[in-house]
């Protein structure tokens, strides 16, 4: 079975300082592992993913994300934080088949001027 | 580049009634997916099609029912509406091919049932 755990519901950072996101998943298998932004009313965009190439994948806006497996975990970051940054950030493992996916609860980025 | 079109953007309906939402995937992609995100909530899967089959179902009530079509755009169908269905529903496509493994998602359709 699959799943994801946002560890943190929450996070306030100020303009300019590091971004970190923390996920961790559960898989039977090699998972196929991603990260998508929702800003308010708005749909669900991706940032990144991970697909058993580089561990170390990089995304738009400045973003990337380092697949550790003994850790399982798969924690988002970035240097510098922007005011555009804050939204609602959903880690994401998919299914077996590849066909379905299975999202964390989430986690609501504040960035504070 | 095309992205995922989803109508209406908006809906309201009132209890027992019907709404039928539609999606068009991206060009090139012939597997859709649907999910509802309620007020708070993480996306739950709901269903998904790959070449107008049924290829995986989730947490779909049996009031709804979905479908795609020849020209792969698909419809969720929900009959009996209640007030727990109000939430944002969103589409997916994925090519079968390279990148078949990632969703791309449509901006939603968001419901309300009062």
């Known amino acids: 079975a699959q799943s994801v755990t946002q560890l943190d519901s929450h996070v306030s950072v100020s303009e300019g300082t590091p971004v970190l996101l923390r996920c961790n998943y559960s898989?039977?298998?090699?998972?196929?592992l991603f990260w998508y932004v929702q800003h308010p009313n708005k749909g669900l965009q991706l940032l990144l993913k991970?697909?058993?190439?580089?561990?170390l994948v990089k995304g738009i806006n400045g973003f990337e994300a380092e697949f550790k497996k003994s850790e399982t975990s798969f924690h988002l970051t970035k240097p510098s934080a922007h005011m555009s940054d804050a939204a609602e950030y959903f880690c994401?493992?998919?299914?077996?088949?590849?066909?379905?996916?299975?999202f964390g609860t989430g986690t609501s980025l504040t960035v504070i001027p | 580049a095309a992205g995922v079109i989803q109508s209406p953007r908006h809906l309201i309906k009132e209890k027992r009634e019907t709404a039928t939402l539609k999606c068009y995937p991206i060009p090139r992609h012939d597997t859709v997916y649907w999910y509802q995100q309620g007020p708070g909530q993480d996306p739950q899967f709901l269903i998904s099609f790959y070449e107008k089959m049924q290829s995986d179902k989730g947490s779909i009530p049996d009031r709804f029912s979905a479908q795609q079509f020849s020209d792969y755009h698909s419809e969720l169908n929900m009959s009996s509406l209640e007030l727990g269905d109000s939430a944002l529903y969103f589409c997916?496509?994925?090519?079968?091919?390279?990148?078949?493994?990632?969703?791309?998602f449509g901006p939603g359709t968001r419901l309300l049932v009062l």
């Open positions: 898989s039977s298998y090699s998972p196929s």
């Open positions: 994401v493992v998919s299914g077996n088949t590849g066909n379905q996916f299975y």
């Open positions: 997916a496509s994925s090519p079968s091919l390279r990148d078949k493994e990632t969703q791309y």
């Open positions: 991970y697909t058993s190439a580089a561990t």
